[in-house]
């Protein structure tokens, strides 16, 4: 029995394809604006992320927090949202009381998905993350090193996903690149979304991002956007992340005699040995 998602969830599904859901936590009083303006301010400040600019699509994601607005505090950020261009992200809200119960339970979700998809039984790195934001803002395209499941709670937006592993949209080697934080910026153009789903977001809704698959979203006009993400790994998603690593150097030496490695997250037992030969590599390199 899940205590947060309900009907619609599918752990066959699961870092296989995007598929949208529901939860049962819309009301839930840690997600209302009074508690989060009053929450965010007091986090830790490397917790807290924002921009006063509107972002776009081509917009390098992981680079765009980076550096901290000195013209506007957090809190005017979080005052002036429904007439600005603001995008605030805020990563472990859990480590604040009104969030910690909520953390327990989706992590408890998450892992009795896992257990029916059989990819291992413990959640790896779950990690919460808050996006709160103007009305029309835009979340540029990316993919992600993890699985993630996208929670709506006030506000409307359409969330744009393509299949996992489609080299039409994100090419083996940016994803290997991405992956491997060799590069993080990854080349988008209109006819991309061709190949993925629109998805129309609202309250109560969930949604499914598989591991690697490409993404951005954008809000609707009317309203400032409230969500929240779980994001985790699997034994599964461990393994592709450590072939991917490797397939990043392979690729590289290869390339002097001609050759390239076979592409990650098409042959179980090729990505397998991958992940075994990076993770024995990386701990000869690191003890
Ligand atoms: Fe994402």
Redesign the pocket.
Known sequence: MLTCFSEGVSAAKLDREPFKFRHRLVGHPALEMGNLARVIPALPKDQVMYAIRPLQNGDDFETTFRQRPEEQSIEATIENLRVSDSYIMVSSPQVEASFAGLYKDLIGDVEALMRERGVGTTAITPKLYLFIASPNSV?PF?I?RYS?FLMQFRGSKQVTVSQPWDDRVVSVRDCENYVSYVNTRLPWSPEKDAYATAYEFNPGEALH?PFVAG?HVRNGPQDISISMSIIFNTRQTMAWRNALNFNQRARKVLRRVGLAPAPVGHRPLSDGAKARCWTAWARLRYH
């Open positions: 979340t990316h992600d993630t991002i993404h």
